[in-house]
């Protein structure tokens, strides 16, 4: 199976099978949701050097407790699940601090705290883990309509056609690609409408292995939407 079929519950089920493919699912998870966690810590008012070093250790202590057995799929949202164990270690981590502070010792605190503002800094930590999750979410599902293309022999087109898919594109685009391809510019514009509306159905495949059910793949799709309409992306998932 390749590895963009299989996503979030599912590798959590898998990280509670034999070490050859425990760890590997593990690392996968962390790999994957690096960015909405790094959104969040900054978010939170760290620095990025502090911000960068608090992600790396907050996977780390889930790759060592074995979080993994903690999580049912049957609770709900992965996003709420790791959401949480989130929240809970930096509540950990501030803790630890202060009892350190109180003792006389002190901690970095990211001297850089005020350094490499972007937009994401302006956001609530939630609402940054959001958009990244999303993002993340949707870079999964474009990988997986990417590995179909190949698959079938269409790389090539693909990767023409894949700037078109967030953006609709004027007719006059349509044209000069088709005239570079030696294509109908009707054929092509079916040919992104076709990817567009399968990249959709792999968003919610995404979602839904995520969830619990129905209802619950509902609320997370509304919440990607959202979280897109503040990105400003282009990708319609209605």
Avoid at 58 to 74: C, M
Avoid at 105 to 116: M, N, P, Q, T
Avoid at 161 to 187: Q, V
Avoid at 209 to 230: F, I, M, N
């Amino acid at each position: 199976m390749s590895r963009f079929a299989t996503t979030r519950w599912s590798l959590i089920l898998d990280a509670r099978g034999a070490p050859e493919t425990a760890r590997p699912a593990l690392e996968e998870i962390c790999r994957a949701y690096r960015s909405p966690v790094l959104s969040y810590v900054r978010c939170s008012g760290h620095g990025a050097a502090d911000a960068e070093d608090l992600t790396q250790e907050f996977f780390a202590r889930l790759l060592e407790r074995r979080w993994d057995a903690r999580a049912d799929p049957a609770r709900g949202r992965f996003r709420s699940f790791l959401l949480t164990a989130l929240k809970r270690f930096l509540l950990d981590q501030r803790d630890a601090a202060r009892t350190l502070k109180r003792g006389g010792g002190s901690r970095h605190a990211g001297e850089d705290a005020l350094d490499d503002v972007g937009d994401e800094l302006a956001l609530s930590p939630e609402a940054a883990f959001e958009r990244a999750w999303a993002a993340t979410v949707l870079q999964r599902a474009f990988e997986r309509l990417a590995a179909e293309a190949e698959k079938a022999g269409r790389g090539q087109l693909f990767s023409r056609l894949s700037p078109f898919l967030a953006e609709p594109a004027e007719a006059s685009e349509y044209r000069e690609l088709a005239d570079t391809l030696g294509m109908r510019a009707n054929t092509l514009a079916v040919s992104v409408h076709r990817l567009r509306l399968r990249l959709r159905e792999l968003v919610r495949e995404e979602i839904a292995d995520q969830t619990d059910g129905p209802e619950s793949a509902a609320v997370e799709l509304a919440t990607l939407r959202q979280a897109l309409v503040r990105g400003q992306a282009g990708l319609e998932l209605a």
